[in-house]
Structure formats: C-alpha cells, structure tokens
C-alpha cells in the first residue's frame, strides 16, 4: 500500500500564499507522476498541477503563472507553492501519485493513491 498524506493547508487572505506539500510512504517501487487535484462544493475535482519523476510539469490555465509544482525524490515528497490566492482557489486539495509496486522477482504492478485532503480556504 503506498500512503500519501498531504499538509499546509489553510485560511488565507486574497493574494496570499500558502505552501501545500504531500509525503508518499508505504512499499514501492518507483513513483512516476504526483500531482494536484482540488474539489470546491458542489464541482467536480480538477487537476490543478501534476510533475513526472524527471520534472516535466503541466498546470490548469486557471492557475498558470501562480501556482509552482515541485518535487523532491528523495524525500518522495510534492509540493504546491500557491501566490496571489483568489477566493476561487478555495477548496478541499488532493495529492494523487501514481507509480509501480512490487520488484524484478514478484513483478511489478501499477499503482494510483489518493491523499486524504486538506482544506483551502481563500476569504478576506
């Protein structure tokens, strides 16, 4: 089982920042892509930000030029470096990776986790 769980969320006023990040654990073999997802009320969740492995990234249009995808192999960890905040970026943030399990003997079998959510709030 691979594990993600994601931080940083929180209250913040229009054209502030907030620095999401999420920590993959658990057994596996490599993780290729990590991204972000976000869910407002009563809308559908929408990729925000996803980075392979190798730091190709893609944004939504709704957050170019504001929002920075990182990651740190290493650490297994992603991050979501948000600036100017508007009050529509308010929503619950999911971090989502996908990868492969399992090893040269067992095989390998493919992988997607989804972290538990934290809370955004953009609000003057």
């Known amino acids: 089982q691979v594990q993600l769980v994601e931080s940083g969320g929180g209250l913040v006023q229009p054209g502030g920042s907030l620095r999401l990040s999420c920590v993959a654990s658990?057994?596996?073999?490599?993780?290729?892509?990590m991204g972000w997802y976000r869910q407002a009320p009563e809308k559908q969740r929408e990729s925000v930000a996803n980075?392979?492995?190798?730091?190709?990234?893609n944004y939504a249009d709704s957050v170019k030029g504001r929002f920075t995808i990182s990651r740190d192999n290493a650490k297994n960890t992603v991050y979501l470096q948000m600036n100017s905040l508007k009050p529509e970026d308010t929503a619950v943030y999911y971090c989502?990776?996908?990868?492969?399990?399992?090893?040269?003997?067992?095989?390998?079998?493919?992988?997607?986790?989804w972290g538990q959510g934290t809370q955004v709030t953009v609000s003057s």
């Open positions: 980075i392979t492995s190798s730091g190709i990234s």
């Open positions: 658990g057994t596996f073999f490599s993780i290729n892509r």
């Open positions: 989502n990776a996908d990868g492969l399990r399992g090893g040269l003997t067992s095989g390998f079998i493919s992988f997607g986790s």
